[in-house]
Structures are given as structure tokens and as C-alpha cells.
């Protein structure tokens, strides 16, 4: 079957090299059975949590309002983003490689905010907090906690086959998406997660910066 593949038949590397961010090849046409996106967050739920907290919630949203909702908040944080300065589109742009590179990822991306209503199913981390507020100080020690383990879902979600795509774009509209998700005051959206079949057979490691460019040993 096209586009899908077992945990089996990817080693480690080429699951951890060939995870890409999907949009224009998300298969919008096909249903995703909901035991699938369980089974990975199942092992999501592996990853680990400061002081092993676990407080981190999962919204997989399917129904046709809410993800038409979203869309729409989606789609206006987007084109904020997208029309401003310091968006992906504009970086780069003294350097022919890399700007060619951007100009792929903003085509991809705004296809994707006309097609994120019909996404099958869209995946909102979210950690929970003791108060409504976020805690001052460490904000790295709170995400984490959540973020390790969005990661090992788009991994899972790899290996069973499906595509997604990590964006936090709709964040720029949080409260709004907070309300039509139903979501109490201390608990914190992380991202959202497109989530669908893909089309073709695969993919193929992205192009990086050399690891010399990046790479410090002891001190900077």
C-alpha cells in the first residue's frame, strides 16, 4: 500500500532523517482510523517529563466544525505572520541556496493554510500547569515536558504511515483557540499537529547546515 509503512521496515536513522514536515503531500482525501493516531501517542506517552509529571493532555480534533474552526484561526495568525517582517519567507535572502530553500517552505505553507480545515485529523499538545497563569521563571524545564513527546508522536506517526506537519502559528490566536476547544485556564496549548496519510512513496533527508558550522567543543 502507498504510503504506508511498518516501525519494521525503517531503521532509527532513516526514521529519524526522513520525518518531514508534510503539508502539500497530505493525502486529504483519506479517512485515518482513530486507533492509528492513538497507537501514536501511546508511544508518545513514553517520552520523558520533568519530575515525571506526565501532565501533558492530547485534543485530536475530527469533527468538521472544530477543525474548520481552527482552520480559520489558523488562517488568520498565518497571514499576519506571513505578511510581517521576520517571516520565513524573508530570511536568507543574501543567500541564493537557502532563500530558494524559504521560498519552497512559504509555497508549501500557504498551502497549507487554505487546506488545514480539510485535514483529517489535527493534533493539539497541551501541558497543564497549577495556575492559569504560566510560571515564571524556567520555561524550558516546563515544555520540556510536552515537547519531547510531540516529537515522538510525529515519529510514531511516521512509522505507522502517516504525515504531519508541527506548527504554532495558530498560537498567535491561543485564547480564541482556547475557548473553541473547551480548554480549562491552566491547561497550555504546545502546538498543532496536522495529521493525515501521505501521498508517494517516502521522503528523503532534508538539506542542513554542516555540522562544523554548528558544532562547539567546550567553550564557544
Same mark, same amino acid.
Given at each position: 500500500?502507498?504510503?504506508?509503512?511498518?516501525?519494521?521496515?525503517?531503521?532509527?536513522?532513516?526514521?529519524?532523517?526522513?520525518?518531514?514536515?508534510? !503539508?502539500?503531500? /497530505?493525502? /486529504?482525501?483519506?479517512?485515518?482510523?482513530? @486507533?492509528?493516531?492513538?497507537?501514536?501517542?501511546?508511544?508518545?506517552?513514553?517520552?520523558? =517529563?520533568?519530575?515525571? !509529571?506526565?501532565? &501533558?493532555? &492530547?485534543?485530536?480534533?475530527?469533527?468538521?466544525?472544530?477543525? +474548520?474552526?481552527?482552520? *480559520?484561526?489558523?488562517?488568520?495568525?498565518?497571514?499576519?505572520?506571513?505578511?510581517?517582517?521576520?517571516?520565513?519567507?524573508?530570511?536568507?535572502? @543574501?543567500?541564493?541556496?537557502?532563500?530558494?530553500?524559504? #521560498?519552497?517552505?512559504? +509555497? =508549501?505553507?500557504?498551502?497549507?493554510? @487554505?487546506?488545514? +480545515? @480539510?485535514?483529517?485529523?489535527?493534533?493539539?499538545?497541551?501541558? #497543564?500547569?497549577?495556575?492559569? *497563569?504560566?510560571?515564571?521563571?524556567?520555561?524550558?524545564?516546563? &515544555?520540556? =515536558?510536552?515537547?519531547?513527546?510531540?516529537?515522538?508522536? #510525529?515519529?510514531?506517526?511516521? =512509522? /505507522?504511515?502517516?504525515?504531519?506537519?508541527?506548527?504554532?502559528?495558530?498560537? !498567535?490566536? *491561543?485564547?480564541?483557540?482556547?475557548?473553541?476547544?473547551?480548554?480549562?485556564?491552566?491547561?497550555? #496549548?504546545?502546538?498543532?499537529?496536522?495529521?493525515?496519510?501521505?501521498?508517494?512513496?517516502?521522503?528523503?533527508? +532534508?538539506?542542513?547546515?554542516?555540522?562544523? *558550522?554548528?558544532?562547539?567543543?567546550?567553550?564557544?
Amino acid at each position: 500500500m502507498i504510503g504506508l509503512m511498518t516501525a519494521g521496515e525503517l531503521t532509527p536513522e532513516e526514521l529519524l532523517t526522513t520525518t518531514r514536515t508534510v !503539508r502539500k503531500r /497530505l493525502d /486529504l482525501t483519506r479517512p485515518v482510523p482513530l @486507533d492509528l493516531v492513538e497507537k501514536a501517542l501511546t508511544i508518545a506517552l513514553q517520552a520523558p =517529563s520533568g519530575s515525571n !509529571r506526565q501532565n &501533558w493532555h &492530547w485534543l485530536v480534533v475530527t469533527d468538521t466544525a472544530q477543525r +474548520a474552526g481552527l482552520a *480559520e484561526l489558523y488562517r488568520d495568525a498565518a497571514r499576519e505572520y506571513f505578511g510581517g517582517p521576520g517571516s520565513a519567507g524573508t530570511l536568507f535572502a @543574501d543567500d541564493p541556496r537557502r532563500a530558494a530553500a524559504q #521560498q519552497r517552505v512559504v +509555497a =508549501s505553507a500557504e498551502y497549507l493554510i @487554505d487546506k488545514m +480545515a @480539510d485535514v483529517p485529523v489535527l493534533v493539539v499538545p497541551c501541558i #497543564q500547569t497549577d495556575e492559569a *497563569e504560566l510560571p515564571a521563571g524556567n520555561q524550558a524545564a516546563l &515544555w520540556a =515536558s510536552l515537547l519531547p513527546a510531540v516529537w515522538s508522536y #510525529q515519529l510514531a506517526a511516521r =512509522s /505507522l504511515g502517516l504525515g504531519t506537519a508541527w506548527t504554532t502559528l495558530h498560537l !498567535r490566536r *491561543e485564547k480564541a483557540a482556547a475557548e473553541l476547544l473547551g480548554l480549562p485556564e491552566n491547561i497550555h #496549548q504546545g502546538a498543532l499537529i496536522p495529521t493525515a496519510f501521505y501521498t508517494g512513496d517516502t521522503f528523503k533527508p +532534508a538539506a542542513r547546515q554542516p555540522l562544523s *558550522e554548528v558544532l562547539h567543543l567546550d567553550r564557544w
